[in-house]
């Protein structure tokens, strides 16, 4: 089955860029999703597409996908963007949706 | 506005059985595909299973035979059965709107299932 790979943690400084990495084989050719997840609260979509925003969410957040990884970029961090970043894509092979390990984003 | 609202879960004995439940309003609920994504303790996000609007239904091979995804599209409501349940099911299980060309835009606040003897 397809296997999304993604760094358990990330830090970043306020003000600076925090990037996320989401691996897969040949991941560029598909459709990645990115979702954050704070405690307690209902996963939100931020990225869908590759690099679509959905309405409401800061144009701080960014994404592409090349190559065998997918990267969710956000800029000028603030302390409320801390939570847990999850990829996600439909694989055809499975009929199934995967999602990424998920990645926890701490802002120092 | 669009919501999601799970409900029915709880604590139940290995081996058990819940029936979760989605009421969605804000949206046609009959056009949308519809999922179960789950999220175990100190875990990540785990698809559960996705059924469309004319019930074509997948599920993730760790609930296939135990867990069965349904719909009502005259209540605007999804189902989820759970049975034989284990303790590795424990988790926190969201519904959330979306599929095929569409993400899962839409997520409810989640109801917790608990398996423990």
């Known amino acids: 089955s397809y296997v999304l790979t993604q760094p358990p943690s990330v830090s970043v400084a306020p003000g600076k860029t925090a990037r996320i990495t989401c691996g897969g084989d040949n991941i560029g050719s598909k459709s990645v999703h990115w979702f954050q997840l704070k405690p307690g609260q209902a996963p939100v979509l931020v990225i869908f597409d590759g690099n679509n925003r959905p309405s409401g969410i800061p144009e701080r957040f960014s994404g592409s996908n090349s190559g065998n990884t997918a990267t969710l970029t956000i800029s000028r961090v603030e302390a409320g963007d801390e939570a847990d970043y999850y990829c996600q894509l439909w694989d055809n092979s499975s009929d199934h949706w995967v999602f990424g390990g998920g990645t926890e984003l701490t802002v120092l | 506005e669009v919501q999601l609202v799970e409900s029915g879960g709880g604590l139940v004995k290995p081996g058990g059985s819940l029936r979760l439940s989605c009421a969605a309003s804000?949206?046609?609920?009959?056009?949308?595909?519809m999922n179960w994504v789950r999220q175990a303790p100190g875990k990540g996000l785990e698809w559960v299973s996705s059924?469309?609007?004319?019930?074509?239904?997948f599920y993730a091979d760790s609930v296939k035979g135990r867990f069965t995804i349904s719909r009502d599209n005259a209540k605007n409501s999804l189902f989820l059965q759970v049975n034989s349940l284990r303790a590795e099911d424990t988790a926190v299980y969201f519904c959330a709107r979306g599929g095929g060309a569409v993400p899962f835009d839409s997520w409810g606040q989640g109801t917790l299932v608990t398996v423990s003897s």
């Open positions: 059924i469309s609007s004319s019930n074509y239904i």
């Open positions: 804000g949206f046609t609920f009959s056009n949308y595909i």
